[in-house]
């Protein structure tokens, strides 16, 4: 069974760093595409950044230049290195996948709060 676990959120000032893992697990399988969706308090879930297999980066306009998504593949980790954070950043974050066991399914983490305040 294939999970995604994410990490590493937490209260920031504004200004701050923070850095989310995602961590797959569940045997053998593999990966299309992963990435970072966040939901603010009253709000949706919207895409903050994608990954896919090929090296492929996007992000959205709003956290361009201040977010990056990178990888560790020996460890099935993907990460969100969040910089200059400001309150509008505030959410929980889940880490998504597109990742193939018997086909191509859909993945999400149970979310990680980030919380940015002075």
């Known amino acids: 069974q294939v999970q995604l676990v994410e990490s590493g959120g937490g209260l920031v000032q504004p200004g701050g760093s923070l850095r989310l893992s995602c961590a797959v697990s569940?045997?053998?399988?593999?990966?299309?595409?992963m990435g970072w969706y966040r939901q603010p308090p009253g709000r949706g879930r919207e895409m903050v950044a994608i990954?896919?297999?090929?090296?492929?980066?996007t992000y959205t306009d709003s956290v361009k230049g201040r977010f990056t998504i990178s990888w560790d593949n020996a460890k099935n980790t993907v990460f969100l290195e969040m910089n200059k954070l400001e309150s509008e950043d505030t959410a929980v974050y889940y880490c998504?996948?597109?990742?193939?066991?018997?086909?191509?399914?859909?993945?999400w983490g149970q979310g990680t709060q980030v919380t940015v305040s002075s």
């Open positions: 990954s896919t297999s090929g090296g492929t980066t």
């Open positions: 569940g045997g053998r399988f593999s990966i299309y595409r």
């Open positions: 998504y996948g597109n990742i193939i066991v018997r086909g191509v399914a859909e993945y």
